[in-house]
């Protein structure tokens, strides 16, 4: 399974931008997909995830993006997007796809990564 990520590239202060991730392949079962970022001398951290459960989807999201960010997922085409509303410079970071689950019924919980997508904000 591999993860293509878009819809990074540059704004100012206040503006959006929407990410998408569309997984390549097919698989037999999503535990949670998200995305994470690293800014420039930073460790990565998660932004927003979306679990899958038996009662439907729930989400989850850092303190930093509440209220500015929305997660959603794409049943149909198994792809994920990230809202990005009021964007602040401190924004600014490389953003990764991520999905942890079972590519078939018999292999182990697997996490994929995409390749990132830079988001800039310029204040």
């Known amino acids: 399974v591999q993860l293509q990520a878009s819809g990074g590239g540059s704004v100012q202060a206040g503006g959006s931008l929407r990410l998408s991730c569309a997984p390549s392949?097919?698989?037999?079962?999503?535990?949670?997909m998200g995305w994470y970022r690293q800014a420039p001398g930073q460790q990565r951290e998660l932004v927003a995830m979306?679990?899958?459960?038996?009662?439907?989807?729930?989400?989850h999201y850092a303190d930093s993006v509440k209220g500015r960010f929305s997660i959603s997922r794409d049943n149909a085409k198994n792809t994920l997007h990230l809202q990005m509303n009021s964007l602040k410079p401190e924004d600014t970071a490389v953003y990764y796809c991520n999905v942890q689950g079972w590519p078939t019924d018999y292999a182990p919980r697997t996490d994929y990564w995409g390749q990132g997508t830079l988001v800039t904000v310029s204040s």
């Open positions: 979306i679990t899958t459960l038996n009662t439907g989807d729930t989400t």
């Open positions: 392949g097919n698989m037999f079962s999503i535990n949670h």
